[in-house]
C-alpha cells in the first residue's frame, strides 16, 4: 500500500488501496475441479484435447494436472501465462467456450483463481529477463472482491426492464459467517444493464446465496422475456453459457482512503466506453494507467491524489475497470460532478492520453478528446443511468 502526502488543508493522511490484473507480471491459474464417478476416462480425454488447443495461445505457457490423493473425486488444473491479459482475452473468448464444453458433463463442480506470482525458487537456470516478470510487490487490498454482469434486452423494453430492476426487494446480505454482500449497483445504458456487487468473503458463496433467495429469482423471470439472448436459469449449461458471456471481470481497482470525504459527498458513476473492435483491453490499461496517476498523486493528475488537490476540487475516491472483450465499464466514485473536471473522470489526465483514447474508442461529432467542451459531450455520453445503488447496512 502507498501512502499519499498529506493535504495541508486537510487533516488525513491518505492512503491508497490496489488491486490490478494488467501487469506483465507471469500469472499462475488455478481451476479446481469436482469430477464425476465414472467420467475420469472422459475428463482425461477433454483435458487432453483442451492441452493441444491452448498451447497454441499466445501468452501460453505450461499445464499441470493433478489428482487428489486423499479423495480422488478432487482434481486440480494449473497453467502458467505470460500476463493476466493473454489470459483473459482467451478466456473471456468464444474459442474458450467451445473448447471447455466437453468438460462440462464430467465435472460437479468448478472454481478459478488467478494469482500473480510474486517469488519463485531459482535454481541457476533462470534469467534475469526470466525473474524480473514475477509481480515486484504485493498488493494490500481491503477486503472487497468486485464483479459484474452485463447484458442486453430488446430495444423499447429498457423502461420495463429499468422498474424491474429498481423495485426488488434485497436479499439477506448475510452468506454465512465469513461471507456478506456489501453492495449492490445497476445502471443502464440504451438496452445494455450493468450489474457490479461488492461482495466480503467468498464470491462464489455470495452469488450461489443470492441465485436462491426468491426476491432474486422473481426479478431474473421478470426480465427473461425482455432479453435480447435467451437463458435458462434451471438448465445448467444455459446458465454457464449466461454467465460466461455476461461477466466482467474486475481487471483493475484503486481506492484512497483517509481523504476526509464524507459519504454525502460521494457520488457513484459507471462509465460505458464506445470501444472500436478489437481494443477493449488496450482502453482498460490505458485508463488504469491514467486512473493510478491520478489517484496516486503523480504527473499531471495528481491533482486528485494529494499533491496538487485543493480543498473542495473534485476529486477521484475510487475507480474500478470491469472489462470483456471489447466491452469496457468504469465503476467510479467522486467528489463534485463530472463535468467538473471531465478530464480527471473521463480517465485522461492529459493530450497524450486523450489522444491514445481517441484512438480507441469512437468518437462522434462534437466529441474530440481533445476539446475540453467535447471531452464533457464524450462523458456524458459515457455516462449510464443509475437503476439502483444498495448497500448492506454496516458497508
Not at 494488467?22 to 499462475?28: F, H, Q
Not at 475441479?33 to 497454441?56: I, M
Not at 493473454?86 to 473468448?93: I, R
Not at 462534437?366 to 454496516?394: H, I, K, N, Q
Amino acid at each position: 500500500m502507498s501512502t499519499l502526502p498529506q493535504d495541508p488543508q486537510t487533516t488525513a493522511t491518505p492512503s491508497m488501496t490496489t488491486q490490478s490484473a494488467l501487469t506483465d507480471s507471469r500469472l499462475r491459474v488455478v481451476l479446481l475441479l469436482d469430477v464425476r464417478s465414472g467420467a475420469e476416462e472422459r475428463f482425461l480425454r477433454a483435458y487432453d484435447e483442451l492441452c493441444q488447443q491452448v498451447a497454441s495461445v499466445p501468452g501460453h505457457l505450461s499445464d499441470q494436472l493433478c489428482q487428489s490423493i486423499e479423495d480422488p473425486s478432487k482434481w486440480l488444473i494449473t497453467s502458467e501465462w505470460e500476463s493476466a491479459p493473454p489470459f483473459l482475452a482467451w478466456v473471456d473468448s468464444a474459442a474458450h467456450r467451445e473448447m471447455v464444453k466437453p468438460m462440462h458433463g464430467c465435472v460437479k463442480d468448478t472454481r478459478s483463481l488467478r494469482f500473480g506470482i510474486l517469488r519463485e525458487t531459482d535454481h541457476g537456470t533462470g534469467t534475469a529477463a526470466h525473474r524480473g516478470r514475477l509481480q515486484p510487490a504485493p498488493r494490500i487490498g481491503d477486503g472487497i472482491i468486485r464483479h459484474a454482469l452485463t447484458f442486453t434486452v430488446k430495444p423499447g423494453s429498457e423502461k420495463d426492464v429499468a422498474a424491474i430492476l429498481a423495485n426488488y426487494s434485497s436479499p439477506e446480505s448475510r452468506v454465512d459467517d465469513t461471507t456478506r454482500l456489501c453492495r449492490t449497483s445497476l445502471f443502464m445504458s440504451g438496452n445494455r444493464v450493468v450489474r457490479a456487487v461488492e461482495v466480503q468473503g467468498d464470491l462464489m458463496a455470495a452469488l450461489r446465496h443470492v441465485s436462491r433467495q426468491p426476491e432474486i429469482r422473481e426479478v431474473e423471470e421478470a426480465i427473461n422475456p425482455y432479453l435480447e439472448e435467451a437463458r435458462d436459469l434451471d438448465d445448467p449449461e444455459s446458465a454457464r453459457e449466461f454467465f460466461m458471456r455476461a461477466a466482467l471481470t474486475a481487471v483493475h481497482h484503486l481506492s484512497v482512503k483517509g481523504a476526509g470525504y464524507s459519504s454525502a459527498d460521494i457520488r457513484r458513476h459507471a462509465l460505458l466506453y464506445p470501444v472500436k473492435e478489437g481494443c477493449g483491453m488496450a482502453v482498460a490499461q490505458l485508463l488504469a494507467r491514467q486512473d493510478e496517476l491520478a489517484i496516486g498523486g503523480e504527473g499531471t493528475a495528481g491533482r486528485n491524489g494529494g499533491r496538487g488537490r485543493k480543498k473542495g476540487a473534485p476529486a477521484l475516491v475510487t475507480s474500478t475497470i470491469f472489462h470483456h472483450v471489447d466491452t469496457v465499464v468504469r465503476l467510479v466514485d467522486i467528489t463534485g460532478s463530472l463535468d467538473q473536471d471531465p478530464a480527471l473522470f473521463a480517465g485522461v489526465g492529459g493530450k497524450r492520453a486523450a489522444a491514445m483514447l481517441d484512438r480507441l474508442v469512437e468518437v462522434g461529432p462534437g466529441r474530440e478528446l481533445s476539446d475540453e467542451e467535447g471531452l464533457r459531450r464524450f462523458l456524458a455520453d459515457c455516462d449510464m443511468d443509475p437503476v439502483t445503488d444498495r448497500r448492506s447496512a454496516d458497508y
